[in-house]
């Protein structure tokens, strides 16, 4: 057994093989680390311009309604496949939300439930519509990020986010 460690959320994954995307924050492999190797960004002092702190006061309102979304949409699922899903999801969205907290030094605020649909075909097409607002803002922060950090965390969210897409149109 060995420890790998991400690099964008900074959590431990304990196995024989590095996994094949983060299974926290589903960040992808290459920011998968030997444990004595990484050096998560969480972990380290940036100094974030105002634009940056900005655009992460944003993502963690962004991913904390993601997440409360999703937990909805999990609680209305037609099928434990899609519940067990919408239940992932929600959970790296809060991790999303995690890491711009830690990177800001503050506490992630409280969850407030959302509403969603009771249809599954709604839901999909409402989580497309999320996870592509997701991708463009988080590329928008990426180029707008003046911290090669923040570039790099921003780029990443944004890999995660579309490969969400990609998962919800496997659904449809």
């Known amino acids: 057994m060995k420890t790998y460690i991400c690099e964008i959320c900074g ?20 920011f998968i680390k030997d444990g004595v190797e990484a050096r998560p960004f969480v ?13 992460l006061e944003e993502t963690v309102q962004l991913e904390l309604h993601a997440n409360a979304v999703y937990l909805c949409m999990a609680g209305k699922a037609k099928t434990y496949e899609i519940k067990a899903m919408y ?34 075909a709604e839901n999909f097409a409402e989580t497309i519509k999320l996870e592509e ?31 969400h897409i990609t998962l919800i149109k496997n659904y449809l």
């Open 11 to 30: 959590d431990a994954y304990i196995g024989e093989e590095r996994p094949s995307d983060c299974p926290f924050c589903g960040a992808a492999k290459n």
């Open 87 to 120: 239940k992932r999801i929600a959970k790296v969205e809060l991790e999303h939300a995690n890491i711009a907290c830690k990177l800001m030094k503050i506490a992630l605020p409280a969850v407030n439930p959302e509403l969603c649909s009771d249809e599954d």
């Open 43 to 55: 972990n380290q002092v940036i100094e974030l311009s105002e634009l940056s702190r900005k655009n």
């Open 133 to 163: 607002n997701a991708t463009a803002l988080y590329a928008k922060f990426a180029k707008e990020a003046t911290e090669q950090e923040i570039k790099i965390i921003f780029t990443a969210l944004m890999q995660i986010e579309a490969s």
